[in-house]
């Protein structure tokens, strides 16, 4: 049976390993989730949100269908921070750690599985970059922690050192590793509205939503090359560069969009620039997401969509896929090979952007559409559950945003249910779960090319 097991294990490919990796963390947590004394009796917990909350916290999303702080005990609240670190890092990434902890060689599968689950284009060099993965994420996560004290041991409901040293480590691992959950307490759909004015806090929280959404090969990259910038990798150049963009042009026309709402003091500025930030992926929200006007939902729609960069804590298609069918739009337009800081962008690139895009869409679009059809009724406000609420839900699920405007808590089991599957597709991609199931043999011949008009 141990040998029939053996070679089964070995016929699987990589996409395979990775995607039953993720669902069986995930069903792991909900179990832990479960046990007496994790949660709170007085408030009781089903299955359904002790999956869902796993999955979101896995899948570092920070959609909550319960408060995490009032539904779990500390116990609950420490599974929960170590579900979304081991989500951040990735079970591959804390596979290779081990097994550089025992002083084990990878094999050439386990070179194969990094590769596909992080994208990289090379094998050369995996544990020792695993290795400063670990170091950076420790020193980061420490460096915000520490940081993050300052805030929380003066926060109006302090009540002990205890609390607030927690709360801090809790909030720098969500931060770094883009998810947006929280202790504070209340379900509401702003998580850390008590700090919307602490101008130290928002900065610190976005700093390590940048860090973790840059990914572990640009921040590696950079600090190899920290003095000689254009020695740097193209790939950490297109990431900086669009997410320079994205940040910036988020914040304007989130700042254009809600003027109305900046001119009666009830946003600012810093909302603006902090609602950019946290929309790629992290979840974090000062302000009511609810409150936001119709085209400012659009825009946060728009940036959760595209999400972080490749081999990072965040989601979405991706900064640098975003960048390639601009490239590749660019070139069909000119007619002229698309290039970018002196490199040329293969086609096989565009190809597996726009293969990531159109996939990406469909997730959204059909998911959107089920739960509209599945949620009829209203909800406690009285506002309908239209067709913007469920597309939002379904770009902040896919994108593993975790922003709401507020319809969470009130989904049905079966709309909680495509939630979360589509988490699941959001964090493990789309192009890896299709790819899992496919055991195909490459093809040595084909048929004369057809032609077929386009546009």
Known sequence: MLKKLKTFLKKQNSFRYIAIGFLLVILLGS???MIPGVYREEVGLSYINALYTSTSAVCVTGLIAVDTFDTFTLAGQIIIMFLIQIGGLGITTLGAGLIGALKRRLSLKEQSLIQESLNFDSARGLLALFKRVFLYTFIIEMIGAGLSMITFFKAPD????GQAIFRSFFHSIAAFNNSGFDVIGGLTNFTIAPYNTDVFFNLLTCALIILGGLGFLVISDIRRNFFHPKKTSLHTKVVLLMTSILIITGMLLIALTERDAI?????SWLGAFFASVTARTAGF???PIGKFTQAGLIVLMVLMFIGA???????GIKTTTFFVLFMGIKSMITHKKPHAFKYSVSEESIKKAMSVLVLGL??????SLTVCIIESRRLPTGAEYNAMSAVFEMVSAYGTVGLSVGATPYLSVGSKVISIIVMYIGRVGPLTIMSSWYSGKDEYFGYAEGIIPIG
């Open 362 to 367: 469909v997730v959204v679009i059909l998911s």
């Open 31 to 33: 179990g832990l989730l």
């Open 158 to 161: 302090y009540t002990g050192p």
């Open 263 to 267: 001119a009666k003091g009830n946003f």
């Open 285 to 287: 929200s000062t302000y």
């Open 309 to 315: 960069s490749p081999g990072s804590t965040g989601g």
